[in-house]
Each structure stands twice: as structure tokens, then as C-alpha cells.
């Protein structure tokens, strides 16, 4: 009997476990891939293929309540709710956006909620200040306000949000290029398990928190890996976008425990990013120092 009641007991701790979870929903820069105008070998593959690789994006599913949540919203928000949508529980409900920052990849997808398209009622959308007073004064966005097809809830930098009984989240400020909003990056916590999601960043040593600190506070990491190295955009002043190339954070990092490494899955690639193919050499580096790289449709249980 005792057994039984033990056996139960282990089922009941690991289906708990798997209630909370984060599905990848896109791991491509604003422009995602290919870009633009691209004829170069990075993308000339994709073109022929008529293959795409969505703009970085994170869901939120907490099966227990049938509820999901968004993270960024993208050009690729149709794509991403319906994958969203497949991962979460039958008659799950959307219980809103949370966004990072005002450019163009991660908050753009809002204009699908608009009367031309969705003709949402009342989505919520979370935003810090600065980022919320962009979308109050500036249209298009500011009719999704006044049609009530969004509906914007102001959240603060380091104060704790309880999003369900299993799930809480807390935004960080970031520095990053903030010429319409100040940055943010979200600490996911579950049940069990906690994500840090940091997409987009300026060099580490710009933040006047260590990342490193943040790391030991957290089980995953998804980390702005915009460029692997300086070389990608020939031409281009590299300084005016100041990502953290993945060359430097794996330096940063490789004295790390095997166990803090383990934590950081890369993301948010430019569309000359090596990778975002899997059998990059580059790729294989990564993951042979022990580091991963996300990809559309991974799932991790918090």
C-alpha cells in the first residue's frame, strides 16, 4: 500500500512539474529570416525554400488554469498565437502580451489586433512605463487604445507580478538603444523552475547588474545573440549597434561552472547569424562548450 501511495505521489510531483511551461515561438531579430532584400548566402537557401524563421518570441502556458501569455509581439503574431494555441490546453484561454521594447520585431504584431484584422476586445498588454506612453501618444497604436482592442496595464521594473497561483513574473530594465522606450527583460518563475528572457541587450558590462549574478538566480537564460562576431555586416558601424557578440559572451561565460552554462540557450539572431543553422560549425562550437541554442518549438516545464 505504501508503494502504491509512493508511486502516486511521484506521478502526481511530475505532472505538477509539466502544468508550467515555455515554448519557443521564434528565434530571429526584428526582421527575421530571410531578410529583406537579402540575395546573400545566409539567405538564398531560405528564398528557395520559401522557408522562414519567426521573429523571437516566448509563450507562457499554465495548463492547471487554462491559460496562456505572449511574449513580444511580432510580425509573425498569427503564426505564433495559432503554435501557442496547439501547445496549450483545449479551450485554453490568451490572457495577454507582455512586451519588451519599441522596436519594430517586438511590438509591431499589436496592428493584428486592430479592427482591419482581429478586431480584438480588450487584449491586455503589459508594457513598463516609458514603453506604455509610446503607445498612448503615438498611432497607429494609440487607436488600439481608444477601440479598446488592447488594453494596456502599466508594470514596473523589479516588483513582482503574481500572473497565476504557479506563475510570477518580474520585469528587469536593460540598457539597450532607447530611442522610443526604456528595455526590458523578464525573470519567469514557475512551480518548480524559473527563465530569464533577455532578448535583446547592449554589451554585458553596460548593466549595472552582473549577469552572472542574474544567472545564479535562475535554472534558464534565453540571451540576446544577436551577431556571433563583428565580421557579419561588412560596412556597417558595429558600434551603434552594440549587441553582445555570442564570441564575447561565450568568453565571459567559459569560466562559468558547467552548470551555469548549461542554463543559457541563445537567441534573437540576425539573419547573417551561423546560428541559425543547426549544422553550422559555429553551432556545433556552442554546443560542444556546453552552452545550447533555442529553436522554434522547444519546450522547457518550470
Request: with cysteine; aromatic share 10%; glycine share 6%.
Amino acid at each position: 500500500m505504501k508503494k502504491i501511495a509512493f508511486s502516486l505521489l511521484l506521478f502526481s510531483v511530475s505532472l505538477f512539474g509539466q502544468e508550467v511551461s515555455i515554448v519557443v515561438l521564434g528565434t530571429a531579430q526584428d526582421a527575421g529570416a530571410p531578410q529583406i532584400a537579402c540575395e546573400k548566402e545566409c539567405c538564398r537557401d531560405l528564398w528557395e525554400m520559401q522557408k522562414t524563421e519567426a521573429v523571437v518570441a516566448l509563450g507562457l502556458i499554465d495548463r492547471s488554469e487554462k491559460v496562456h501569455f505572449l511574449f513580444e509581439a511580432t510580425p509573425n503574431i498569427s503564426q505564433q498565437l495559432n503554435l501557442l494555441g496547439d501547445q496549450a490546453e483545449p479551450n485554453s484561454n490568451f490572457k495577454g502580451v507582455f512586451l519588451t521594447h519599441a522596436h519594430i520585431g517586438h511590438y509591431s504584431g499589436l496592428m493584428y489586433f486592430g479592427k482591419e484584422a482581429l478586431s480584438a476586445k480588450n487584449i491586455p498588454v503589459y508594457a513598463l512605463p516609458k514603453m506604455t506612453e509610446f503607445l498612448q501618444t503615438n498611432g497607429p497604436w494609440e487607436q488600439l487604445i481608444a477601440e479598446k482592442n488592447i488594453d494596456i496595464n502599466t508594470i514596473n521594473a523589479d516588483r513582482s507580478i503574481r500572473l497565476t497561483e504557479q506563475i510570477t513574473l518580474t520585469p528587469l530594465v536593460v540598457p539597450h538603444r532607447d530611442e522610443y522606450s526604456e528595455t526590458a527583460g523578464y525573470i519567469i518563475q514557475g512551480p518548480n523552475k524559473s527563465v530569464l528572457f533577455i532578448p535583446d541587450i547592449d554589451k554585458w558590462e553596460r548593466w549595472k547588474i552582473p549577469i552572472e549574478t542574474v544567472l545564479r538566480k535562475v535554472d534558464y537564460a534565453f540571451l540576446d545573440a544577436t551577431f556571433f562576431d563583428g565580421k557579419e555586416l561588412p560596412g556597417r558601424d558595429m558600434t551603434s549597434i552594440p549587441h553582445p557578440f555570442v564570441k564575447e559572451s561565450m568568453q565571459r561565460f567559459d569560466g562559468l561552472a558547467d552548470s551555469e552554462k548549461n542554463k543559457i540557450h541563445f537567441i534573437h539572431f540576425n539573419h547573417t547569424n551561423p546560428l541559425l543553422k543547426n549544422t553550422s560549425g559555429e553551432s556545433i562550437i556552442v554546443e560542444e562548450k556546453g552552452y545550447h541554442i533555442a529553436r522554434t518549438g522547444m519546450k522547457i516545464n518550470l
